[in-house]
């Protein structure tokens, strides 16, 4: 068969057209598409917000990558946080506001632990899926189906890293008394419910056990008591102002026990840039960390860095990550922005997150996290398993530098 | 013995920084009528000018030269472009200066979380954690130069009060501000510079706390609470109730947890308060 050159050219025209027409109409109905609305509530303002906006940060870099990629099942993602001003009573009123009157598709989860409790409570009434750092584990008993710690940030898991280091010293040089003090809320609570049990199976006796409401306004009677009662192992259950006056008294009163024990002041930057030297050698515990080998940390690091002037990605920033990569997995295995499917789904299979692999149980937990860091140098550094170590501990403490 | 004097002595230290954040705070609500929620914010704001300094090499003691006539001028013009205009309008002063001064300490926490990050920062210098040993007692640097800072500071203003005519002044306004006017004293000269003396002394508290305590935009809610007990508890306008006031929560707070559990340590303080209130109920110094 001969095909005029009329013919010809209209054959490769209409080819042409038909090879163009799916990209124009894939681009332009993805660019028009609805997007994917995520909302939640973070501290940017107020008491906690020096850790929200951290949070927050991790969403937004979050979306942004998503939007990158193509979407969320091929539309884009736009993300709403609203300030609660550090108050749960807001974070709970504005989640409600999100939910019944901008009617976002998605939550994201809120912080801290009080907040995230308090909307678990809300979003149980609503059915939607909800991931964050939880309450702590009083949180994750009240039968919720719908919240998920993805991962968690649980008190009472703090310090099996910091344990399981402290158990393979040799017994005779561990340390034999232990002190602790604890700031008096469910953050500071939640951290101290292990310590009675950690303490026994290291059988060190714990011989103060004190607890305080912030804010605090004096570390040293009870840093002199503690070294009064000769305790060489020092827990201090606090936040980062109260974490400062307490290192700074146990200096002044020139304390030096075998290791210090911090659950939260140190999981911020400013433990090692604001406070410096004399920050070194305090032991806490993570569940993520930047040092840690999964996909998307070496990324995540890079981000910080280039765009915050930070050597590592802050843990927070990697926790708001962790928790958006957690629903975007769930939604897209399960091709579906209704949350029954979700919450279904949630609980049959495993995530691949920068957090490593989760999987959830029952009470919307994955399992426990083993990880154990130690301030050294300024630099928060991994000291347990012994497989994840980035740098050896140093142990027993140092004196304080003058 | 050794637990109990580390304990008096640390809280005296302390309470005496609270005393200074109270001063100033007292003398405006008890000359002016204001009660000036903003105070704390503004030695927040202090405190940052301090870490500015400290990052360049000044000793936060050095900055005292920059924050104190700095903060004078602010509280000048916190008088003249705020206060006043709200007096003029009418009104109860007293509460609508509190919602007004409420406002601006939130607005003055987000400028400052708008230009330093809402994240705590802390002042570090070559004296911090170190200390002074008498004995069995180790005293911190920074606790005795924030309490050498609050007893210089606040001994000025009670001289000032007492021993000089402008503050003789202040005093016949805040005692009769009719009767002032009557004998001629210019009563917008007279709050304007009570306003500067208060506002520069938030910036000496300032610099106190920043010495010892971390510090981010929010700190201000926190320090607040100490206002206002030593406030109330020393008695409005009272500079020797405010210096009592402090020594006293800062001595029973540290004593009582060598007694009890730290935790009823508040409530061993706020009960001793409260009974101290129902006996005197305008605070321990106020006529």
């Given at each position: 068969m001969r095909l005029s050159r009329r013919q010809v050219l209209k054959s490769a025209a209409l080819g042409a057209g038909a090879l163009a027409v799916p990209r124009v109409l894939t681009h332009g109905a993805w660019a028009q598409a609805r997007p994917i609305r995520l909302g939640g509530t973070l501290p940017?303002?107020?008491?906690?917000a020096d850790t929200g906006v951290w949070v927050e940060r991790g969403y937004r870099y979050w979306a942004e990558k998503v939007n990158r990629q193509g979407g969320l099942l091929g539309r884009p993602v736009e993300v709403t946080i609203l300030d609660d001003a550090s108050s749960v009573d807001r974070a709970v009123s504005l989640l409600e506001r999100l939910i019944?009157?901008?009617?976002?598709d998605l939550i994201l989860g809120g912080y801290p632990g009080t907040a995230a409790a308090a909307q678990m409570a809300l979003v149980e009434r609503y059915r939607k899926v909800y991931i964050s750092m939880?309450?702590?584990?009083a949180s994750f008993?009240?039968?919720?189906?719908?919240?998920?710690?993805?991962p968690p940030l649980m008190g009472q898991w703090w310090y099996e890293g910091a344990w399981r280091w402290l158990s393979n010293i040799p017994k005779a040089q561990r340390p034999t008394r232990a002190a602790a003090i604890t700031v008096n809320n469910p953050v500071g609570m939640s951290a101290r419910e292990s310590i009675q049990d950690g303490l026994k199976r290291l059988e060190i006796p714990l011989v103060m056990d004190e607890l305080y409401d912030l804010p605090?306004?004096?570390a040293e009677p009870l840093v002199s008591r503690a070294r009064a009662l000769g305790a060489d192992m020092f827990l201090a259950n606090g936040f980062f102002p109260d974490g400062v006056l307490t290192m700074r008294a146990m200096k002044a009163l020139d304390y030096n026990p075998k290791v210090i024990l911090q659950a939260?002041?140190?999981?911020?930057?400013e433990w090692v840039?604001?406070?410096?030297?004399?920050?070194?050698y305090v032991v806490s515990g993570t569940a993520?960390?930047?040092?840690?080998?999964?996909?998307g940390i070496a990324e995540l690091n890079q981000v910080a860095r280039e765009r915050?002037?930070?050597k590592w990605a802050p843990l927070y920033f990697l926790f708001g990550y962790a928790w958006a990569q957690v629903l975007q997995q769930a939604v897209e295995a399960a091709k579906s922005l209704s949350h029954a499917v979700l919450v279904r789904y949630m609980r049959e299979t495993t995530f691949k997150t920068i957090a490593g692999e989760l999987r959830f149980d029952e009470r919307g937990l994955p399992a426990p996290y083993e990880y154990a860091t130690q301030v050294i140098n300024g630099e928060v550094e991994l000291i347990w398993p012994p497989g994840r170590r980035s740098a050896q501990p140093v142990y027993p403490k140092p004196p304080w530098r003058r | 013995m050794a637990q109990v004097l580390q304990a008096l002595v640390t809280g005296l230290l302390t309470g005496s920084v609270y005393a200074l954040l109270g001063a100033g705070f007292s003398l405006i609500w008890g000359v002016?009528?204001?009660?000036?929620?903003v105070h704390p914010a503004l030695a927040v704001g202090a405190a940052y000018a301090v870490y500015l300094l400290a990052a360049r090499g000044v000793d936060p003691l050095a900055s005292l030269a920059v924050v104190v006539p700095l903060f004078f001028l602010l509280g000048v013009g916190f008088y003249e472009g705020v206060i006043r205009p709200a007096a003029r309008r009418g009104g109860d002063l007293v509460l609508v200066s509190m919602v007004l001064t409420f406002g601006l300490a939130a607005a003055l926490e987000n400028v400052l979380a708008a230009v330093w990050g809402p994240g705590p920062r802390v002042v570090n210098v070559a004296y911090t954690g170190r200390a002074v040993q008498l004995g069995v007692l180790a005293l911190p640097i920074t606790h005795l130069a924030g309490a050498g800072l609050a007893t210089v500071t606040i001994a000025a203003l009670y001289l000032f009060l007492h021993k000089t005519f402008p503050g003789k002044a202040v005093r016949a306004v805040w005692q009769n501000p009719e009767g002032a006017a009557l004998c001629a004293i210019n009563l917008r000269q007279v709050t304007s510079l009570t306003y500067g003396l208060a506002i520069a002394s938030a910036g000496v508290a300032g610099v106190a706390l920043a010495l010892i305590y971390s510090f981010s935009p929010a700190s201000h809610l926190m320090w607040l609470v100490f206002v206002f007990l030593v406030v109330i508890v020393g008695g409005v306008g009272s500079l020797v109730g405010v210096v009592v006031a402090g020594m006293l929560v800062g001595a029973l707070t540290n004593l009582s947890t060598l007694v009890i559990p730290f935790a009823w340590a508040p409530f061993f303080l706020f009960a001793s308060l409260g009974v101290l209130l129902l006996l005197r109920p305008t605070g321990l110094f106020r006529r």
């Open positions: 940017l303002t107020g008491p906690f019944t009157v901008d009617r976002v939880g309450g702590h584990m008993r009240r039968g919720f189906k719908f919240s998920f710690g993805g605090l306004a004096s939260i002041g140190t999981l911020i930057p840039t604001q406070l410096g030297p004399d920050g070194d993520i960390h930047h040092r840690l080998p999964y996909p915050w002037n930070l | 002016a009528h204001v009660i000036n929620i």
